[in-house]
């Protein structure tokens, strides 16, 4: 599947990765969803998402009912939709409070929780929101030193950080 302008991507296991995107022949803001294996390199079609959506963010959570793929945000959209990777079924999760275009996502804490990191509204926003394993909303939790959108997070170990100083 040839993808434009891929909206999400989140690695879900070893070898898979989520994806939502634009294909080539579609329109800016699209539903469609895909698993990508790395290994055998092919596409999974997904059902489509419950809204359409353009610059959302996408996170792997896990609790003890299974994995989801969290889909959050984009082009005027406060909403979020969950993923069930063992249903293959979508359901609406909580409302983020306020539109979230091109924010980054991570997930840490063994995948049980998820940072949403900036994002755009009507200006560049600093917020850094955490949904935990229950998937029952997003709280706020701290604020960027300068508001950022559509930039990268990872979730790096401390203990493989180099020291700072010396």
Known sequence: QMVHHPNCITKISGHE?????VPKSG???SNFAWIFNIQANNWTRL????ERRYGPACGLLSNDSGSFVVLAG???SSTTEI???DTLTWTFGPSIGVDVNGGS???LVHEQELLLIGGFSTTPLSNIRRMNSSMSSWETVGQLTTARFHTVAIA?????LPPLCP
């Open 47 to 50: 059902p489509d998402t419950l």
């Open 156 to 160: 790096v170990s401390l203990g493989s």
């Open 105 to 107: 996502m991570v997930s």
């Open 83 to 85: 993923f069930n990777l």
């Open 27 to 29: 329109s800016a803001s």
């Open 17 to 21: 990765v989520f994806v939502t995107a």
């Open 74 to 76: 984009g082009y005027h």
